[in-house]
């Protein structure tokens, strides 16, 4: 990493001298269109602004600590020094959205002390990037600060105004709410945080929403909140108030109502504020991965983005269970003939994925526990190494592994986090003894320990020890109903994907997610890191698994296509079920051709809410795949296709809504065109409501380049 | 066992006919002195009463349990039916007090209907033995009940009047207090709970006090309540009703305040009064073992009681430490030359154990993490597995190989109970890679998970969860700091002894242990189970340390002998250091002499608060010990050692206080005396204050009885 002491030595020395007036400092990011000043009152306290383009996009904002142990107040201080640098480096992620990333940013450093007589010294760093601002609290070893209790962050992010929102409630516990487009001032948690179908959510203040919070001002800025490097600290929610518009920090509590307990050198998370005039932009940003640490996987040669089918949807929709015996107490087990995870059934799954190239094939329900796994706050549930009877562990094994396919271990802690990590090397050894490299895993319900939360420290270290222990044993990692994701997956590149969502699932046996769902968790879930979404329904409305069943899939069918491309995972599920595929396999091509790895990715249309359009070169390859997708409004789009090479042309695989489609009344039509196509294309979009548009661009063959028709 | 359906079907008849009046049930013990009844009042509600030789023990006491969830409290009840039989039985424990037990008891089985209109079933059962009454709550399998939470038990133990009594304020993590003797109605917790020297501690209730609590009446009965087989369940304290001497059940909490989580089939420990008009009677006591499951261990052929010695008393004292480096964090290890496990230190404790047949060498302070390990409510502590530099687990596993001595493991937890489950099976089997086959485990501090106690469900089923790991891979434990014992070591007999009071430690840096300390714990803290109270100090004033230290022991040499025979345990220390005990080979002989199993027990004279004397016959041997103990009051007693076989002369070794001995003045002089004495001995026994004598009773050779002088 190229990094040089900045130039700034004279501002700065002004600042530090003793203070009789407010004395202030700015610095610009590198291509100078950000802003960032700092603010040290006659009182001690300091505050910081952001602004972009000139515009105000944080204004003045107050930073500092309050401990519960020793019993102090951070909030008045002295600036002894001030440092600044600059860096400027490229690297490469182990898989990613595009091969190389920049991380290209000024940095200053406050180094303070506490003016309250408490002889406590601390950090705030600062990075200012092209796409936003990073900062964090450090504090380093020293004579008078070793263990510590923070009782609250006292971190403000001060908006301008009542901007338009895109927001969950904050909650201790689950994100997997329904997101609700209001001004700030319009927030209400309380009536929001109701969701029946959620297991567990601790609501704690009507005016909390969670991060990552995307905002849009009346002037035109996107604005995106967050936290990157979340370790060993809990997630943050933000408090609104209502007539200010501060955004004021809310750490998520343990079970006694500490926030965290740290050592020094201890650091919290960096807290983001992406921000640009276009919301193309904020989708390409690469800021919190910039703000996390380099992989700690020395040699990540096993880790393999890829496909999987499984024994999940058919769960989902009733046609099979996870539990083998009735759902009720008791050690006798009798099969009542409607589980899921028989060997029979998972060999249908394992002969389909290996017809078909996807590599996993996902099995939930094969182990004991799942007869009285829920919602009773029981520690011993699962042991994680016991399979059903009719689940054959070693013949599974030896018949994967001739069709060439993985099998995917699913280890649901139904939330009992001590029971887990009991067994955890016990499981994982199980794991790599039958030939499994890859586990999700899940936390569906109230935490145990008693009385800490999803979101809290403890389970923050205990998500990031499964990142750890499970790279250990070369195990890559799918978690399920864990924290928010804040880029984590650059350092541990085993961890790709994650749910922390409202998933796909939701549509199968709630109200579903409304059609502007995926445009939304775009810019909020996914800013953290990659989702797995479970796209690739076919089978929209749901009464074709059971006549009663009123559910569906709030999307077209082409939609569920175009979600390979525009929700980014390193990791896709192909969610269906094979016989659904096997009746469209016109359909199903676009899922076996769409990579999960790529080398270049381009935002080309996107609003918050309203759509999203991507175009991802495969990695190592010279085919590109464009997803389009819109909420509840049918959309036109005309589209460059520029970013092709522009020495050749390409087959355009167009898989569209037919026009006549429509989520609701006829969401499965769909029409499959292939054209020729160039670098100078300008591709016509034609989204039906709730609808989208997958397109596969691969280099034409000469017989293709003579016998297919251009686009028009 | 011989189990025999009771005959008084007639009474039970009565009893649960539909009552217009309360209606009563009696039961009797085996012999007749103990008379158990039960009284279902009109209203629904059910009480007992417990009489001894006519005497009211408990006078009418409630019964009844208050669930969170479902919300629902059980007071009025219905009593559908009434089971009765008699048990008589006689097992033989791994190791013990006697080699064989007798089990004879009177069971009454109350099948409850709650009348609040839950459908709730329950079941209180009540066993009549000879020597006290023990009953629980039961829930059996039922259609109205599988999950559910304890808020309150509601059990009631009426006393007749303001017993003097023998207590520990009640507490949810600690029971390392000293004793006080007072009144009922003088009980104070609040002033007592201060104690400064322990490290974590949670007072609830001035009115609150621990089991066993022992009290005695004004018209001579010696009552002593505690609980049996605490399993899966907190702990429980008594609240003292002052004016009405009602002691209520007190359960310690979890993190959230709740009690319990339970699942049909539950039962809770059993809730056990003993009672006689003898205070012999009460340490003869075998009540608690029999309402104990049997073994659990198959074979317990590896499980072998036994005597340690260790760099242990060294460390308490300041001579060397725990630690390796300076006592803080930071992670460069600079040795401060004072760490007590060296290799070379190791082999000196290890060559003493095996010239005089000591069996084990226990070792605290071997592995990284003492520096920074103590009262921060710090998770990531200890690993288990990682010595210090100058610890060289594989030489020493050699040496004391060589010298056919074990070295025992030290696991110290920090209280961190979070982190120790990660580690456990790995600690396990790195103990049994390197030739250990016990440890004894530490909680020092506050709980992780944070809001657990000690003394709580959640640490209750975590000290099961070691007995039984332990077993599994054939480990011996002694727990330190752990929730007191209720005679588990029956059904997990690798569990040979714990700490849970206040051990002999506390005289190394505390007020200390006052001399009736010990003659009360065996009356209170030792009912539950075997303590390794590390008993043995040969150096009485610690000033012979380090001349500024101002701490002693609180008894006399002699007396430490005594407490090998008086304070019962399997496991045995021999505390003090290898250099002391060379200096006083002489006394030291007992130690080495004195049995750690035995065949037979009697309790000839005992007094809680006063005085205890014992003899015990050692396991599979002719050879017998007697250990007589007193508070701070000189005594003299006659002695019959009628006990000994009626056809064979004994040399009697007699280690007691000097003339001039005084536990505070002259502690440390003892005479040594051989003469030959018969079961018609009457053998005269001279105690100092705070002293004690300890006798070893070997049958005569031939060529002793000649020369060695009949005692006078």
């Known amino acids: 990493m190229w990094v040089k002491k900045l130039l700034f030595v004279f501002l700065v020395t002004g600042f530090i001298q003793t203070a009789y007036a407010d004395q202030s400092l700015t610095i610009y990011s590198p291509d100078g269109n950000i802003q960032l000043g700092i603010l040290h009152r006659t009182d001690g306290s300091i505050a910081y602004q952001v602004f972009y383009k000139g515009k105000t996009v944080i204004a003045t904002s107050g930073l500092g600590m309050k401990f519960k142990s020793p019993d102090v107040s951070l909030t008045k201080f002295d600036v002894p020094a001030v440092d600044s640098s600059v860096a400027d480096e490229t690297w490469k992620p182990v898989w990613g959205e595009t091969s190389s990333i920049r991380n290209n940013y000024k940095q200053l450093v406050l180094k303070l002390a506490d003016r309250s007589g408490s002889g406590i010294q601390l950090q705030i760093i600062f990075r200012v990037f092209n796409d936003g601002v990073g900062f964090r609290y450090s504090f380093p070893p020293q004579s008078k600060l070793n263990h510590f209790i923070i009782a609250n962050e006292l971190t403000q992010f001060a908006v301008t105004g009542d901007h338009k929102t895109f927001w969950i409630p904050g909650d201790y516990d689950t994100n997997e709410f329904k997101y609700n487009t209001t001004v700030l001032s319009q927030v209400d948690a309380s009536s929001s945080a109701m969701s029946q179908e959620i297991a567990a959510k601790t609501f704690f203040d009507k005016n909390a929403v969670q991060t990552p919070l995307m905002m849009k001002s009346a002037d035109g800025l996107y604005i995106n909140i967050h936290e990157a490097a979340l370790v060993n600290y809990p997630a943050m929610n933000l408090v609104i108030d209502k007539s200010s518009f501060i955004l004021q920090a809310h750490l998520v509590p343990d079970a006694v109502g500490n926030k965290a307990y740290l050592q020094t050198p201890a650091v919290t998370p960096w807290r983001t504020i992406i921000v640009s005039d276009k919301a193309t932009e904020i989708l390409a940003s690469k800021l919190i991965l910039n703000l996390n640490e380099p992989s700690k996987v020395a040699d990540p040669s096993w880790i393999k983005p890829h496909k999987m089918v499984g024994v999940w949807w058919e769960l989902h929709v009733g046609k099979s269970s996870w539990d083998y015996a009735a759902t009720q107490s008791g050690s006798t087990l009798v099969a009542h003939g409607r589980h899921g995870a028989t060997t029979a059934n998972v060999k249908k799954y394992i002969d389909f994925a290996s017809k078909n190239g996807i590599e996993g094939v996902l099995v939930e329900g094969w182990n004991v526990g799942w007869e009285d796994w829920f919602g009773q706050w029981k ?89 750890k222990k499970t790279a250990s044993y070369k195990i890559m990692l799918d978690a399920h109903e864990p924290v928010r994701p804040t880029g984590l997956h650059r350092t541990y590149p085993n961890f790709l994907a994650c749910e922390a969502a409202r998933g796909n699932e939701f549509n199968a046996w709630s109200e579903g997610n409304p059609p502007e769902h995926e445009t939304i968790l775009a810019f909020t879930r996914l800013m953290g890191g990659p989702m797995d979404y479970t796209p690739g329904l076919f089978r929209i409305k749901l009464n074709q698994f059971d006549s009663t069943k009123k559910e569906q899939v709030h999307t077209t069918l082409c939609k569920q296509l175009a979600l390979y491309v525009t929700m980014y995972s390193p990791l896709q599920m192909a969610a269906d079920l094979p016989e659904n595929y096997e009746a469209k396999m016109d359909a199903f091509q676009f899922i076996k051709d769409v990579a999960v790895d790529w080398d270049d990715t381009k935002i080309l249309e996107a609003e918050p809410g309203d759509y999203v359009i991507s175009a991802r070169k495969a990695k190592g390859k010279e085919t590109w795949f464009l997803g389009a997708m819109t909420d509840e409004q049918p959309r036109n789009f005309t589209t460059s296709l520029s970013f092709l090479a522009t020495d050749k042309k390409y087959v355009a695989t167009i898989y569209r809504d037919a026009d006549n489609a429509d989520w609701k009344n006829n969401p499965e039509a769909y029409v499959i065109e292939k054209f020729l196509v160039d670098s100078k294309t300008m591709l016509k979009l034609k989204l039906a409501p709730g609808g989208g548009t997958a397109v596969s661009l691969a280099p034409a063959t000469a017989e293709e380049a003579k016998h297919i028709k251009k686009i028009k």
């Open 379 to 467: 520690e011993d549930v699962f042991d994680f190494v016991t399979p059903y009877p009719d689940f054959d562990v070693k013949e599974l094994q030896q018949y994967a592994a001739s069709k060439g396919v993985k099998i995917i271990m699913h280890h649901e802690t139904s939330a009992s986090v001590t029971n887990y990590e009991r067994w955890m090397d016990t499981a994982y050894r199980f794991m790599k003894n039958y030939g499994y490299d890859a586990v999700k895993t899940g936390y569906v319900g109230r935490i145990i320990p008693r009385g800490e939360h999803h979101d809290g420290q403890w389970m923050v270290k205990h998500y990031e020890r499964v990142m």
